[in-house]
């Protein structure tokens, strides 16, 4: 992750995160408070507002069909999404819950065109997909 976009976490952001990064998948708020609990993070709004703080920087996004949050796949290399307004498709296997964080300039050109197009501004596109993953179809799970 890149210092820039980690200097300012607080420390609630930073459990936040590192919850988020561990987990291997995503959490719901709730799921995320029950973790943290014993780390000092007791309400709601605590949880809540480290989740937005982090959205903003392009370091978690929201699944908005299942309500629950996952860190970005690109926070590592980059400090989250470097264009907040681009493009990020994720992938959700309905059979065992994976999540694959994808951005694609063909998609993103796609949907800009569309955008320009019909004379709108996008502050932000984030396409889900449900389906099946390829572990859960080879072991015959769909």
């Not at 796949?73 to 498709?89: E, F, L, Q």
Request: aromatic share 4%.
């Amino acid at each position: 992750m890149s210092m820039a976009a980690t200097a300012d976490l607080t420390r609630n952001n930073r459990l936040v995160l590192d919850a988020l990064t561990s987990a291997g998948g995503p959490l719901s708020a709730y799921q995320l408070l029950d973790q943290l609990r014993d780390q000092g993070l007791r309400a709601p709004p605590q949880i809540y507002r480290a989740l937005k703080w982090l959205a903003q920087r392009g370091l978690v996004h929201k699944l908005e069909s299942t309500n629950a949050y996952i860190a970005c796949a690109h926070a590592k290399c980059c400090g989250g999404h470097v264009d907040a307004r681009g493009t990020t498709v994720f992938f959700l296997c309905d059979a065992c819950g994976h999540v694959k964080e994808v951005a694609d300039d063909v998609i993103a050109m796609a949907v800009a065109s569309e955008a320009q197009t019909l004379g709108f501004v996008p502050d932000a596109s984030v396409l889900e997909v449900h389906g099946t993953c390829a572990s859960c179809l080879s072991a015959g799970a769909a």
